[in-house]
């Protein structure tokens, strides 16, 4: 059975960008086909290569790309793709440099990659003390350990936390110095005098390593469920926000003991995007962020970076077949979410009939078993009425209560929005974010710049704190 996925890899290793132009060029006239050397997406040899790949599978072209890149390299053995064996009887044809007489493609300098971004982990364990609202609170980095001299209390009685946290939930009038006065309060709960310090010197230690910075991991015990719901990426440090500070990207951090399968960058991202609007729950405007979406990824699905697989009205029978079908790399749902009485959460979906049936994370994890989809992103839209919140709250506490089932039960990485995102924010956001990602940029490096983002467009609204990233990649890259 021949494997065309890690073609791209071949091609790479044994062209350069003149060999895959004349790749190209051979292709279309074999073929007939519609291909322009400078059509394919990228600037580097890897992804000129996965972009003819990708072009090959979808157009059914692949053996007779196999063909000519026989006929250009026939030494080489293209058996375990389905194309022909080397034949050592005939050489090689010179290509671009080599045909002009200037030496092969090896004498020529080596094509520099992108610059990679590299963080320091910064961890920050919270676990219960034993008493109620009372926390031990440990933090490790290259530069040493530290704690908290004490248990730490986290005020979740103090009339000021519930004030903002309802201010922030409600983001017809949430304020940016809410946002500031939430940050101080976390600030004074995460980080105690030896932490503070720890985190100062780990900084200025990685900074002078040459860095990005250091990568906060947030660890949360599953014995402390109740902080899942606290806005941690509103927190600061003595100085700002740890989630607007490219610095120092805040990621909620599940380590488990299963090891993330090995996935290449594809060539093309598949996103399996889908909505439900069961008519017994509260009507919302689904199709204004299914269009967000899509126009914040129309430049990529036209370059082939992105395919789109869109799944309306979703039910539990309808999305197992589209995931069973073309497994995505990325799962976006949008609608409604439900969080359950042990803490858990649901999404919900369409029983057919119109009315909602919930589908836990436990399930989930059955649906997308397997090593392709690396990334779930749930979010849970505006209401159609004005003022209709309570629904709204309800399905992002959901949300916020299924990733951490998700990563733990295997998916590499979570984001869910804590509160209601406003249409008119999700665009640019998911742009963002997807540009970083095609990018191959490390998913919390992604969100911080989708948040910069936002905080420039919207700077009286601090909608960068909704998007929260679940994770359990010690580096942040979803593609190992």
């Known amino acids: 059975m021949s494997d065309y996925r ?88 010179p290509i671009g440099a080599e045909a002009a007489g200037n030496g092969g493609a090896n004498d020529a300098p080596a094509e520099p990659e992108p610059p990679k971004t590299v963080y320091d982990n910064f961890d920050i364990t919270i676990r219960p003390s034993g008493t109620p609202n009372a926390y031990r609170i440990e933090a490790k980095s290259p530069s ?33 110095d809410f946002a500031d006065d939430m940050g101080e309060i976390l600030r004074k709960f995460l980080f105690p005098a030896p932490i503070q310090e720890l985190f100062s010197t780990t ?13 906060v991991r947030l660890n949360i015990n599953q014995e402390s469920r109740e902080l899942y719901q606290v806005p941690w990426e509103y927190c600061k440090d003595d100085k700002s926000f740890l989630a607007l500070n490219d610095d120092t990207p805040i990621v909620r951090y599940l380590p488990t003991n299963r090891a993330i399968s090995s996935l290449n960058p594809p060539s093309a991202v598949k996103i399996l995007l889908a909505w439900a609007t069961p008519k017994d729950l509260k009507e919302i405007n689904v199709q204004r962020e299914v269009k967000a979406v899509k126009e914040a990824l129309s430049s990529f699905q036209e370059s082939g970076d992105v395919i789109i697989d869109e799944l309306p009205d979703a039910t539990p029978q309808t999305l197992r077949k589209a995931v069973r079908v073309n497994m995505p790399h990325i799962f976006h749902f949008i609608g409604h979410g439900k969080l359950l009485e042990d803490g858990e959460g649901a999404i919900a979906l369409d029983d057919g009939q119109g009315k909602h049936q919930l589908l836990n994370g436990t399930r989930l994890l059955r649906l997308f078993q397997g090593d392709e989809t690396k990334l779930m992103i749930f979010s849970a839209c505006q209401s159609a009425a004005m ?56 998913l919390d490096s992604a969100i911080t710049e989708a948040r910069l983002g936002l905080d420039v467009e919207f700077m009286d609204n601090p909608y960068w704190g909704i998007p929260v990233l679940f994770m359990r990649s010690p580096d942040g890259n979803i593609w190992v």
């Open 6 to 93: 890690h073609l791209y890899q071949l091609i790479e290793d044994i062209f350069d960008l003149d060999g895959i132009r004349t790749l190209c060029m051979e292709l279309k006239f074999e073929t007939g086909v519609d291909l322009s050397y400078e059509n394919l997406a990228g600037d580097t040899i890897r992804r000129k290569s996965q972009e003819l790949q990708e072009y090959a599978r979808r157009n059914g072209i692949t053996p007779e790309l196999l063909q000519v890149i026989h006929s250009l390299k026939p030494r080489i053995d293209l058996t375990k793709f389905g194309g022909p064996e080397p034949d050592l009887s005939k050489p090689d044809r």
């Open 144 to 176: 040493g350990e530290a704690s908290a001299a004490g248990s730490q209390i986290f005020p979740f009685e103090d009339d000021e936390y519930k004030y903002l946290l309802n201010s922030l939930q409600d983001v017809q009038i949430s304020e940016t």
């Open 203 to 215: 900084l200025n230690v990685s900074r002078a390593k040459g860095r990005d910075g250091i990568r």
């Open 387 to 442: 003022g209709d919140k309570e629904e709204e709250s309800n399905s992002s506490k959901g949300f916020m209560g299924l990733a951490p089932t998700l990563v733990w039960g295997g998916i590499p990485a979570v984001v869910a929005m804590q509160f209601d995102l406003p249409n008119k924010a999700a665009q640019p956001f998911m742009q963002v974010l997807y540009e970083f990602l095609a990018l191959n940029k490390p």
